[in-house]
């Protein structure tokens, strides 16, 4: 599971254990002169005490013992070129000390490096008593530095002070030269063993200036990629603009290039899978992808990163090699646009060619209507779909159809049957758009039975609450797919026996173009969208 990729603007730092090494055992004197039960915060224990001269005389005794055991302190090394690193990418400061407001004074003055500057933020025990237990140390820090809490990246040496940060949002980091990463994980998201560490964690973290992505970077997510495809001859890589493949020995060379503009949620899956799913319909397999990632201004390395890495995931899924592309950040987008370039290999004699197409072939669909678009609704509509009514569990599974848009294994399927002539992915403007694509493309008109049009109970509702209309929603992860009549009940078995839903929804016509469609036997209008249903939701938002 990859850490969060936040963007982070203030770093918090707890001071003992982070920027001074602490005392031996203090805490425990510390409870032993107060009276204090050993499995009792000491500031629980004085909020606890019910007389207010009671409260002042531990209160006093704290800070006496504390101011004694000032000399004892060591400033970690490396603190001071870390704060200047820090503040020279204009992050804001904040120190949390366990001691009251006089030792830890003392304690920042006589450290070479604790220049507090005027707008940084220093937190003492009284502040923290005065706000607890309902405001948290993170969230009195965010307060004082006027940032979100998610904004905020949270250093302590204690896993369970990260574990409270984490769960307000905050980015966790554990200082802790000897506690094992795997055995802190829950709260932490990351472990260094030194502070100088935390610079290449910040770095992710922050915007990143305009232009090409920085080639330490670049080479730095690069170096996770193993080629190991014999037919790569130049692999991607700092200085390289071209990627060279060597097809001397393939038959039939498939190129498809595809952007991927509408989602920011699992953006390299749907890149990955658009363009790899109209390769497979030719009946050809997907070898190569070449990616432009463009990314809008005050995007963080780390974003960037999480996308590389998706890709790279879904890429080695199917059999893929990510040989080549290009990043860069850059205003001319909003929000993260992939442009995707698949290219994909298959037999002369096995190409799929929609033109072969012929009156009384059967037309299959795989899975239902609008796959893709159930998932992006679910994912970046949430909210409006919750306050019309619809409850959290059907969503969350409407999210989970992004698991199902790619269309690679039942268009393999097909591809072994002689008898397929003509397979065509449904992906923007939905069922409607592509049927009339696959008609345009075979030139061959297509009756339709729109009883038998299958729709998931999840995309109807959906539909029904926002108003639009499933046939013309994006719809990757469904395969149109004609076939000779003769086949068609051995194709549906086999992809049936892969697991994965087929309907006959019509046959092939004469030759022409155009749809029609019947209902109950019954011939009725076919829609046409001019735009993606799920663009008309976007600008009605906008």
């Known amino acids: 599971m990859l850490a969060k990729t936040n963007q982070i603007n203030s770093v918090v730092f707890y001071l003992e254990g982070t920027l001074i090494q602490p005392v031996d055992n203090q805490e425990i004197d510390l409870k032993t002169a107060i009276g204090c039960?050993?499995?009792?915060?000491?500031?629980?224990?004085?909020?606890?005490?019910?007389?207010?001269?009671?409260?002042?005389?531990?209160?006093?005794?704290?800070?006496?013992?504390?101011?004694?055991?000032?000399a004892e302190f060591h400033e970690v090394s490396g603190v001071d070129a870390m704060l200047d690193y820090l503040r020279s990418k204009n992050l804001r400061i904040a120190i949390i000390g366990r001691s009251g407001r006089s030792s830890v004074s003392n304690i920042l003055g006589h450290l070479s490096s604790f220049s507090i500057l005027d707008n940084e933020v220093v937190i003492c025990r009284e502040e923290v008593m005065e706000h607890e237990?309902?405001?948290?140390?993170?969230?009195?820090?965010?307060?004082?530095?006027?940032?979100?809490?998610?904004?905020?990246?949270?250093?302590?040496?204690?896993?369970?002070?990260?574990?409270?940060?984490?769960?307000?949002?905050a980015v966790t980091v554990l200082l802790h030269p000897s506690l094992s990463s795997n055995s802190i994980s829950d709260g932490v998201d990351f472990h260094m063993s030194r502070i100088e560490e935390l610079r290449e964690i910040v770095r992710l973290r922050i915007p990143l200036p305009s232009g090409k992505l920085p080639n330490d970077l670049l080479r730095e997510f690069l170096d996770q990629f193993v080629f190991d495809d014999?037919?790569?001859?130049?692999?991607?890589?700092?200085?390289?603009?071209?990627?060279?493949?060597?097809?001397?020995?393939?038959?039939?060379?498939?190129?498809?290039?595809?952007?991927?503009t509408f989602a920011t949620d699992s953006i390299s899956q749907y890149a990955v899978l658009v363009n790899a799913n109209d390769i497979a319909t030719s009946g050809a397999k997907p070898r190569w992808f070449l990616t432009t990632l463009l990314f809008p201004p005050g995007v963080t390395a780390s974003k960037i990163q999480r996308v590389i890495n998706e890709l790279k995931e879904f890429c080695q899924r199917w059999h893929i090699t990510l040989c080549g592309g290009h990043t860069e950040i850059t205003d001319a987008v909003t929000r993260p646009v992939i442009t995707g370039m698949m290219a994909g290999t298959v037999?002369?004699?096995?190409?799929?060619?929609?033109?072969?197409?012929?009156?009384?072939?059967?037309?299959?669909?795989?899975?239902?209507?609008?796959?893709?678009?159930?998932?992006?609704?679910?994912?970046?509509?949430?909210?409006?779909?919750?306050?019309?009514?619809?409850?959290?569990?059907?969503?969350?599974?409407?999210?989970?159809?992004?698991?199902?848009?790619?269309?690679?294994?039942?268009?393999?399927?097909?591809?072994?049957?002689?008898?397929?002539?003509?397979?065509?992915?449904?992906?923007?403007?939905?069922?409607?758009?592509?049927?009339?694509?696959?008609?345009?493309?075979g030139n061959h008109r297509i009756?339709?039975?729109?009883?038998?049009?299958?729709?998931?109970?999840?995309?109807?509702?959906?539909?029904?609450?926002?108003?639009?209309?499933?046939?013309?929603?994006?719809?990757?992860?469904?395969?149109?797919?004609?076939?000779?009549?003769?086949?068609?009940?051995?194709?549906?078995?086999?992809?049936?026996?892969?697991?994965?839903?087929?309907?006959?929804?019509?046959?092939?016509?004469?030759?022409?173009?155009?749809?029609?469609?019947?209902?109950?036997?019954?011939?009725?209008?076919?829609?046409?969208?001019?735009?993606?249903?799920?663009?008309?939701?976007?600008?009605?938002?906008?």
Not at 472 to 485: A, M, V, Y
Request: aromatic share 4%; hydrophobic share 40%; glycine share 6%.
């Open 447 to 542: 009756n339709i039975n729109r009883d038998s049009i299958p729709v998931f109970p999840e995309t109807q509702q959906i539909c029904h609450l926002l108003n639009i209309n499933p046939l013309g929603l994006i719809g990757s992860g469904s395969l149109l797919i004609c076939c000779r009549k003769e086949d068609c009940q051995q194709l549906k078995s086999r992809i049936r026996d892969a697991g994965i839903d087929v309907t006959c929804i019509g046959e092939v016509a004469n030759k022409g173009q155009g749809i029609r469609a019947y209902i109950s036997s019954h011939q009725t209008d076919w829609p046409h969208f001019e735009v993606d249903e799920i663009t008309r939701l976007f600008l009605r938002t906008s």
């Open 133 to 169: 237990p309902y405001v948290s140390p993170i969230q009195l820090a965010a307060q004082k530095l006027a940032t979100p809490q998610h904004r905020i990246l949270a250093v302590a040496s204690d896993p369970a002070i990260l574990q409270a940060a984490h769960r307000v949002g």
């Open 347 to 441: 037999a002369k004699d096995n190409l799929i060619d929609k033109r072969k197409m012929a009156p009384g072939d059967r037309v299959l669909l795989t899975k239902g209507v609008a796959v893709e678009g159930t998932a992006i609704i679910a994912r970046e509509f949430s909210d409006r779909l919750k306050r019309l009514g619809m409850a959290d569990a059907d969503i969350d599974r409407c999210r989970k159809f992004l698991a199902n848009i790619s269309i690679i294994s039942e268009a393999q399927i097909a591809a072994g049957f002689a008898s397929t002539s003509a397979m065509h992915d449904v992906t923007e403007g939905g069922l409607a758009t592509a049927l009339e694509e696959l008609s345009i493309a």
């Open 230 to 260: 014999p037919s790569i001859l130049i692999n991607p890589g700092v200085g390289e603009d071209i990627a060279a493949v060597n097809v001397e020995s393939e038959d039939v060379l498939v190129l498809k290039s595809d952007p991927i």
């Open 37 to 70: 039960p050993t499995d009792q915060s000491i500031n629980d224990f004085v909020r606890s005490l019910p007389d207010s001269d009671e409260k002042a005389y531990v209160l006093s005794t704290l800070e006496q013992i504390e101011l004694k055991t000032m």
